[in-house]
């Protein structure tokens, strides 16, 4: 996975909890999301970084992944807290036409994405 993926999938773990409301990242890592789950992670950003092209040249790709997944979720904080002005608008609104996404525990006990 390139950097803004890695990123985004780290991102997702520590943002989100198991049904008991443990953070995943204390208990899962990227090898335990399921295959199909990781691939339209992956896809996702993939299209997220054509769509936004130039508009990700003055963020680092870590920070990018990172604010791709807390953007898209709502969460407290994303590219329209970094201080970017129409930048972060603009990421922003594209970040959330991808609408929010959640991880989940399958009875597998692999990670999925909802």
């Given at each position: ?65 990172h ?5 898209r ?42």
């Amino acid at each position: 996975m390139d950097n803004f993926t890695t990123a985004y999938v780290e991102c997702a773990l520590w943002s989100s909890t198991d049904d008991e409301g443990n953070p995943m990242d204390d208990r899962f890592d990227v090898i335990d999301i399921a295959p199909e789950a990781l691939a339209t992670m992956a896809a996702d950003c993939a299209d997220f970084r054509l769509d936004c092209g130039p508009l990700l040249d003055t963020v680092s790709d870590a920070q990018a992944g990172h604010d791709f997944w807390l953007t898209r979720n709502g969460h407290g904080a994303g590219f329209w807290d970094r201080g970017l002005g129409e930048l972060g608008d603009k990421l922003t609104a594209a970040a959330k036409a991808y609408g929010s996404c959640d991880m989940c525990v399958g009875d597998d006990g692999k990670v999925y994405v909802a």
